[in-house]
Nanobody, 132 residues
Framework: QAQLEESGGGSVQEGGALRLSCAASGFTLSINAMGWFRQAPGKEREGVAAIYRPSGRAYYVDSVKGRVTISIDNAKSTVYLQMNSLKPEDTAMYYC?????????????????????????WGQGTQVTVSS
Protein backbone atom coordinates (compact mmCIF):
# COMPACT_ATOMS: atom_id res chain seq x y z
CA GLN A 1 0.00 0.00 0.00
CA ALA A 2 1.43 3.37 -1.07
CA GLN A 3 1.98 5.62 1.90
CA LEU A 4 3.76 8.81 2.94
CA GLU A 5 4.29 9.31 6.65
CA GLU A 6 5.46 12.66 7.98
CA SER A 7 7.06 13.39 11.32
CA GLY A 8 9.03 16.12 13.02
CA GLY A 9 6.53 18.92 13.39
CA GLY A 10 6.11 20.83 16.60
CA SER A 11 6.12 24.19 18.33
CA VAL A 12 9.21 26.38 18.42
CA GLN A 13 10.15 29.95 19.20
CA GLU A 14 10.96 32.39 16.43
CA GLY A 15 14.50 31.76 15.23
CA GLY A 16 14.34 28.08 16.11
CA ALA A 17 14.74 25.06 13.86
CA LEU A 18 12.84 21.91 12.97
CA ARG A 19 13.52 18.98 10.70
CA LEU A 20 10.56 17.34 9.03
CA SER A 21 10.82 13.80 7.71
CA CYS A 22 8.65 11.94 5.24
CA ALA A 23 9.05 8.22 4.75
CA ALA A 24 7.61 6.66 1.62
CA SER A 25 6.58 3.04 1.44
CA GLY A 26 4.81 0.78 -0.99
CA PHE A 27 5.80 2.59 -4.19
CA THR A 28 9.30 3.96 -3.64
CA LEU A 29 10.84 2.75 -6.90
CA SER A 30 8.29 4.73 -8.89
CA ILE A 31 8.88 8.09 -7.21
CA ASN A 32 10.49 10.71 -9.46
CA ALA A 33 10.01 13.80 -7.31
CA MET A 34 9.05 14.65 -3.76
CA GLY A 35 8.00 17.90 -2.25
CA TRP A 36 6.80 19.73 0.81
CA PHE A 37 3.75 21.95 0.83
CA ARG A 38 2.19 23.98 3.61
CA GLN A 39 -1.21 25.40 4.31
CA ALA A 40 -2.05 27.99 6.92
CA PRO A 41 -5.64 28.58 8.08
CA GLY A 42 -7.54 30.55 5.47
CA LYS A 43 -4.76 30.33 2.90
CA GLU A 44 -4.12 28.20 -0.16
CA ARG A 45 -1.73 25.30 -0.11
CA GLU A 46 1.75 26.57 -1.01
CA GLY A 47 4.73 24.72 -2.37
CA VAL A 48 7.70 25.09 -0.03
CA ALA A 49 10.36 22.92 -1.65
CA ALA A 50 10.77 19.99 -4.00
CA ILE A 51 13.52 17.65 -5.07
CA TYR A 52 13.68 15.70 -8.30
CA ARG A 53 14.89 12.21 -7.65
CA PRO A 54 16.88 11.42 -10.78
CA SER A 55 18.91 14.64 -10.70
CA GLY A 56 18.74 15.61 -7.03
CA ARG A 57 17.94 19.15 -8.12
CA ALA A 58 16.10 21.13 -5.46
CA TYR A 59 13.64 23.99 -5.74
CA TYR A 60 12.41 26.44 -3.11
CA VAL A 61 9.79 29.11 -2.75
CA ASP A 62 11.41 32.53 -2.39
CA SER A 63 10.18 33.05 1.17
CA VAL A 64 12.25 30.14 2.52
CA LYS A 65 15.41 30.39 0.42
CA GLY A 66 18.48 30.46 2.61
CA ARG A 67 16.58 29.07 5.60
CA VAL A 68 15.30 25.74 4.38
CA THR A 69 17.01 22.71 2.84
CA ILE A 70 15.30 19.74 1.24
CA SER A 71 17.20 16.49 0.94
CA ILE A 72 16.48 12.88 0.12
CA ASP A 73 17.88 9.61 1.37
CA ASN A 74 17.19 7.25 -1.50
CA ALA A 75 18.22 4.20 0.51
CA LYS A 76 15.56 5.01 3.10
CA SER A 77 13.07 6.49 0.62
CA THR A 78 12.83 9.43 2.99
CA VAL A 79 12.75 13.13 2.22
CA TYR A 80 13.73 15.72 4.81
CA LEU A 81 13.00 19.41 5.23
CA GLN A 82 15.48 21.18 7.47
CA MET A 83 14.02 24.51 8.52
CA ASN A 84 16.17 27.09 10.29
CA SER A 85 15.55 30.65 11.45
CA LEU A 86 11.86 29.92 11.64
CA LYS A 87 9.42 32.81 11.55
CA PRO A 88 5.81 33.07 12.77
CA GLU A 89 4.71 33.21 9.13
CA ASP A 90 6.08 29.68 8.69
CA THR A 91 3.27 28.42 10.92
CA ALA A 92 1.18 25.97 8.93
CA MET A 93 0.30 22.36 8.38
CA TYR A 94 3.12 20.86 6.34
CA TYR A 95 2.38 18.12 3.83
CA CYS A 96 4.73 15.74 2.09
CA UNK A 97 3.97 14.89 -1.52
CA UNK A 98 5.36 12.50 -4.09
CA UNK A 99 4.85 11.94 -7.77
CA UNK A 100 5.19 8.85 -9.91
CA UNK A 101 4.82 10.83 -13.12
CA UNK A 102 7.58 10.10 -15.60
CA UNK A 103 10.39 12.64 -16.11
CA UNK A 104 8.78 13.56 -19.43
CA UNK A 105 5.43 14.17 -17.77
CA UNK A 106 7.10 16.25 -15.07
CA UNK A 107 8.87 18.34 -17.72
CA UNK A 108 5.48 19.11 -19.23
CA UNK A 109 4.73 21.15 -16.11
CA UNK A 110 7.34 23.64 -17.29
CA UNK A 111 9.26 23.84 -14.06
CA UNK A 112 6.18 24.39 -11.93
CA UNK A 113 7.33 22.09 -9.15
CA UNK A 114 4.97 23.96 -6.83
CA UNK A 115 1.85 22.83 -8.65
CA UNK A 116 -0.12 20.47 -6.38
CA UNK A 117 -1.43 18.61 -9.42
CA UNK A 118 2.11 17.41 -10.18
CA UNK A 119 1.93 15.11 -7.16
CA UNK A 120 -0.28 12.06 -6.94
CA UNK A 121 0.50 10.96 -3.39
CA TRP A 122 0.12 13.01 -0.22
CA GLY A 123 0.81 12.55 3.45
CA GLN A 124 -1.56 13.43 6.26
CA GLY A 125 0.39 16.48 7.35
CA THR A 126 2.39 17.60 10.38
CA GLN A 127 1.79 20.86 12.22
CA VAL A 128 4.51 23.48 12.57
CA THR A 129 3.86 26.37 14.94
CA VAL A 130 6.33 29.23 15.38
CA SER A 131 5.69 31.70 18.17
CA SER A 132 7.17 35.18 18.47
Amino acid sequence: QAQLEESGGGSVQEGGALRLSCAASGFTLSINAMGWFRQAPGKEREGVAAIYRPSGRAYYVDSVKGRVTISIDNAKSTVYLQMNSLKPEDTAMYYCAATTLSPGQISAYGGKWYSPTLYNYWGQGTQVTVSS
